[in-house]
């Protein structure tokens, strides 16, 4: 896989037009491992409009390989910007995915920070794929809204593979892939502060507090990822 579809790269929130149809993804070392595995899910981030560096590891990459410097923007600072900006419009806002607690939260919260955010949400049953059934419901209900930016919050690579393939039927303007976001903006999971994220060390609370879940991807998918960059830089 080649290391970053470097055209569609953006490290510049404000160069984004907000009015024209587009997905927008993020990809970070463990992504991009998993989608050297993944067929389907390296499809969806190649045939993104946009992709966003959220990782350090894909920073160092992009320097190394390409000598270009470029900025980390996590999933969590292209959620700010985008409520920041369809709050000025007055526009609609739909969450899809995570549970029913944490979207009142996200809701709860948006009401009071964004007063002008008009925000729907749907919560999908929890398990590793939807029934024709449940997926023509998801989409029903965004439809019905008509979002103009649309955040699917079920972690990757489900949430980019599923936007993907529905791509076509569903109604929104910018749609974007955030996964964890959901959590920290709930309060449900609490981001690392901003100590950490100047060290590039965003990852290592996170993983003392969730080891179970995020050793794969540090441990396994970093090396990897390092495997890669290397091997690519002597194709370049």
Not at 20 to 31: C, D, F, G, L
Not at 155 to 176: C, G, V
Request: positive net charge.
């Amino acid at each position: 896989m080649k290391i970053l579809n470097y055209e569609i790269f953006t490290d510049e929130l404000t160069l984004l037009n907000i009015d024209k149809r587009q997905i927008i993804n993020t990809i970070n070392p463990h992504s991009f491992i998993t989608a050297t595995k993944d067929i389907e899910f390296k499809k969806a981030l190649h045939e993104s409009d946009i992709l966003i560096p959220d990782g350090s590891g894909i920073v160092f990459a992009t320097k190394y390989i390409y000598h270009k410097n470029i900025k980390k923007i996590a999933g969590a600072d292209l959620h700010q910007y985008l409520l920041q900006e369809i709050n000025k419009k007055s526009g609609k806002i739909f969450y899809m995915g995570a549970s029913e607690n944490t979207l009142k939260k996200i809701i709860s919260r948006i009401e009071i920070e964004y007063p002008h955010i008009k925000v729907e949400s749907y919560s999908p049953p929890f398990k590793n794929k939807f029934s024709d059934k449940e997926n023509k419901e998801i989409i029903f209900n965004i439809n019905k809204f008509n979002p103009d930016v649309l955040f699917i919050g079920m972690t990757a690579p489900k949430q980019e593979k599923w936007l993907h393939q529905h791509k076509d039927q569903l109604n929104f303007t910018i749609a974007s892939s955030i996964g964890a976001v959901f959590d920290f903006y709930a309060g449900t999971v609490k981001r690392s502060s901003l100590f950490w994220i100047n060290l590039h060390l965003e990852w290592l609370p996170r993983l003392i507090i969730e080891p179970r879940r995020l050793w794969k991807r540090n441990f396994i998918s970093t090396p990897l990822f390092i495997f890669n960059i290397i091997k690519c830089k002597e194709k370049y």
